[in-house]
């Protein structure tokens, strides 16, 4: 029941927008009746995209945020080992002596709205390409009411043992969909599909195919720092706490230092990609199983004409 109160809150969309007010400067005297035809008429250049997220990715899940053209997004995702429990404490450094997943990627603006991505994961040795593009972007006045992005992502566990070069392969698709509840306060939601031609964990009666939902909320604290929370479910009748299997939940803070956004977190998913922590995340929070991570982006602009933002 938990899981469930966690996605119905993040769900809730509970007001729009304030409208901006109309610049009234200019005097009757001064207007003409033309000018006041063309102005009516020119009311989608008070209209602006609303950028809901600094970086690309939260903590779990990525963001409705594309890297613009010509822009390349160097991203470096680590995830430590245990912080508590029976494998963490003091004795391997309240994890940071141990190393869970790193992940080191480069995501590519082809257009404004179309990125291509590619990364290696060390949780299962995964390669990944995808495909990101950005169909609808929130505006300031609310015509068009959320940011939808969508991704593809196909995978390959480079190393192992495997019957076949198929039976390495994984595929997974994701809607992206945010809205800018206030100025302050951002909610996002991201129904998915994820497909494997190998399960994982490779177990009798797992599903290799099944849904899965992901909440993720941002609450900006300065103009430079923001609190996220990030959460994901698999609809899988075998990924279970009574199999042991537990959801993946994140805590975190984002801070933008000029050309780089950093982001530290806790979260009890060992892996970073979707393919990996929504397929096989034991850890349980209860138990002292979540970790320390940290996200560092860093945008390259070879446009050579306009910042990043």
């Known amino acids: 029941m938990k899981k469930y109160l966690i996605l119905f809150s993040l769900l809730i969309i509970s007001k729009g927008l304030i409208a901006q007010q109309t610049d009234t400067t200019k005097s009757k005297s001064s207007t003409s009746s033309a000018d006041s035809l063309l102005n009516s008429m020119s009311t989608d250049d008070k209209k602006h995209p609303v950028v809901a997220f600094k970086s690309t990715r939260l903590i779990l899940s990525q963001s409705t945020q ?5 822009n390349l997004n160097f991203q ?10 029976k494998n963490g404490g003091g004795q391997v450094f309240y994890g940071l002596d141990d190393i869970n997943d790193v992940y080191i990627g480069l995501e590519y603006g082809l257009t404004d709205n179309l990125n291509v991505d590619f990364g290696r994961s060390t949780f299962g040795k995964l390669v990944n390409l995808d495909l990101k593009y950005a169909v609808l972007h929130e505006t300031s006045d609310s015509s068009i009411p959320v940011s939808l ?5 196909s995978g390959v566990n480079t190393y192992g043992s495997y019957d076949t070069f198929s039976d390495r392969l994984s595929w997974f ?10 100025s302050i306060f951002t ?16 177990v009798l009666g797992i599903e290799t195919h099944f849904f899965n939902l ?11 720092m923001s609190v996220l929370v990030d959460y994901a479910h698999p609809f899988s009748s075998f990924r279970t706490s009574a199999n042991g299997f537990h ?12 050309g780089h956004v950093f982001t530290l977190n806790i979260t009890n998913a060992n892996a970073i990609d979707p393919i990996n922590y ?11 199983q979540y970790r320390i991570g940290f996200t560092i982006s860093r945008i390259f602009d070879f446009n050579h004409k306009e910042t990043y933002r």
């Open 278 to 288: 929504l397929s096989n995340t034991r850890e349980n929070f209860s138990k002292g």
């Open 76 to 85: 470096i995702i680590h995830r430590f080992g245990d912080l508590a429990g």
């Open 247 to 258: 959801d993946p939940l994140g805590f975190g803070i984002e801070i933008e230092t000029g």
């Open 173 to 182: 698709g994701q809607a992206i969909i945010s809205r800018e509840i206030t």
């Open 214 to 224: 992901a909440g993720a909320a941002k609450l900006k604290v300065t103009n430079h």
């Open 149 to 153: 992005t969508l991704l593809g992502e």
């Open 187 to 202: 909610l996002q939601v991201s129904p998915g599909y994820l497909s494997t031609n190998t399960a994982d964990p490779n």
């Open 66 to 70: 594309t890297v613009k053209k010509n």
